[in-house]
């Protein structure tokens, strides 16, 4: 089992940045796991972010456009998402997802942080 907290959320003015972390423990194999970002608006899917492949590739999702980072602490069990250009459009759930698995769809990942909010003001 691992276990994912995610946090960094909160209320941010639109052009602004947020940080979010994403903390996974248990297993020691989390160290060699994928992880990801998922995100959920109210009444939408819930959508991929980006994705960390054992800390030597990473995936963004096209709305991205190059204003997210995802990066990995070098023991692999931390996981950061740095977002600017922050738009009210980002506004949402955000979820840490973790498993053997890889890639855009969140079947893929095995477990599951239970989100942090993330809220742009315009």
């Known amino acids: 089992q691992v276990y994912l907290v995610e946090s960094g959320g909160g209320l941010v003015q639109a052009g602004g940045s947020l940080r979010l972390v994403c903390a996974a423990s248990?297993?020691?194999?989390?160290?060699?796991?994928?992880m990801a970002w998922f995100r959920q608006a109210p009444g939408k899917e819930r959508e991929f972010v980006g994705a960390?492949?054992?800390?030597?590739?990473?995936l963004y999702a096209d709305f991205v456009k190059g204003r997210f980072i995802i990066s990995r602490e070098n023991d692999k069990t931390t996981m950061y998402l740095q977002m600017n250009s922050l738009e009210p459009e980002d506004t949402a759930v955000y979820f840490c997802?973790?498993?053997?698995?890889?890639?855009?769809?969140?079947?893929?990942?095995?477990?599951w942080g239970q989100g942090t909010q993330v809220t742009v003001s315009s």
């Open positions: 997802a973790a498993g053997a698995g890889w890639g855009t769809i969140s079947s893929v990942y095995a477990y």
């Open positions: 248990g297993r020691t194999s989390a160290r060699n796991i994928n």
């Open positions: 960390n492949k054992w800390n030597t590739r990473t």
